[in-house]
């Protein structure tokens, strides 16, 4: 027979033991219960994201605008998809991250909120984007809206797809994916955010003319225009109206990209590039460069050298110019200033 003193241990043992199955089996409901949140989390997050995504896809089909649609038009349709962006914002508001994605949760609404005002701004950018006659105007005005879009996919990936990978790690969750790879201006797309990308955009736009009519696609319509103007060897990217130094250089050229609008192959284009600076307008440098053949719709770049003899520290300009082909109704685009000055 057990004495008393042997029963009591046994009892105290054999509670020692429940109490040891009891936590066990409270941290690993815990322990469940932390991976279902994060998984739960992040395939609400997912849901999100790629409805995001698919507004992104939307919007590309109608900056193609295939159908030559007029301004409005167009404007309806994006103000739409700032509609449906808006309401994704809103279901990210309301999600229930784990306590380690409060932060990053509040940056996956600053993402999306950046995104509806990209849309915002696109679409009330776009009468004066189509409606300019001057490309280099259009082009930088259609990058601004587009650099939300960019900021947005930055955002998102610094500040919440990096802190959610690594609360992950912190907390040893594995099999929950982290969706990464959800950006608004993925791969060739980012371009669009650069004038130079952007300008991409502009023809398929202004297939509506000012009228609001369309063209007709038969090929009487006539038309070049600048796309973008780098100096180099810096390859610094000059823009209208915007002081701009330029480093001085013995290399020193001015590259003008030139864009075919029209519907017509054109021959002997001219792009000529006058320098002068505002204190000797009389000492004006000019130069010009003959573009061979440029088909509907291609760009082409032609260099054409720096001053020999500028005015270093002082405020100049730097005009360029694609000399107009026959038949050529809208010139306003064949025409660009850049303040530039060249610095040691």
Known sequence: MQSPAA??????????VLIIVLVLVVRGCQRSALEDSYRSYMGD???????????????QEILLNKDAAKAPDLQIQIRELAGGAEALVGQAEALSPPDALVAPNQSLVTALQYRVTGLKALADSLPSVIDSKNRAYSSAT??????????SDVIYQDSFVGPSKRALADAGI????????????SGVRADQASPTGAGQLIPALQRVSTTGGTTTGTGNLRGTGIVVV??????????PGVDTEVQASDKLEWQVTVENSGESVE???????????DASPGDAQTVEKEIASIAPGEQQSVTLP???????????????????????????????????????
Not at 45 to 59: H, I, M, N, W, Y
Not at 143 to 151: G, P, T
Not at 311 to 340: I, M, Q
């Open 7 to 16: 029963r009591i241990a046994l009892a105290v043992g054999g509670l020692l």
């Open 45 to 59: 997050v997912t849901t999100v994201v790629t409805a995001s995504g698919k507004e992104s896809d939307a919007l």
């Open 142 to 151: 259609l990058a601004s809206a587009m650099q939300r879009f960019l900021a």
């Open 174 to 185: 594995t099999g929950v994916q982290v969706p990464d790879r959800q950006f608004f201006l």
């Open 230 to 239: 780098q100096a180099l060897p810096q390859g610094l990217t000059l823009e």
């Open 267 to 277: 021959t002997k284009v001219i792009v000529r590039v006058t320098f002068a600076s």
């Open 306 to 344: 720096g001053p020999k003899t500028p005015t270093f520290g002082e405020a100049s300009v730097l005009k360029v110019e694609v000399v107009p082909v026959p038949g050529e109704e809208r010139t306003e685009n064949n025409r660009a200033e850049y303040p530039v000055k060249i610095v040691f």
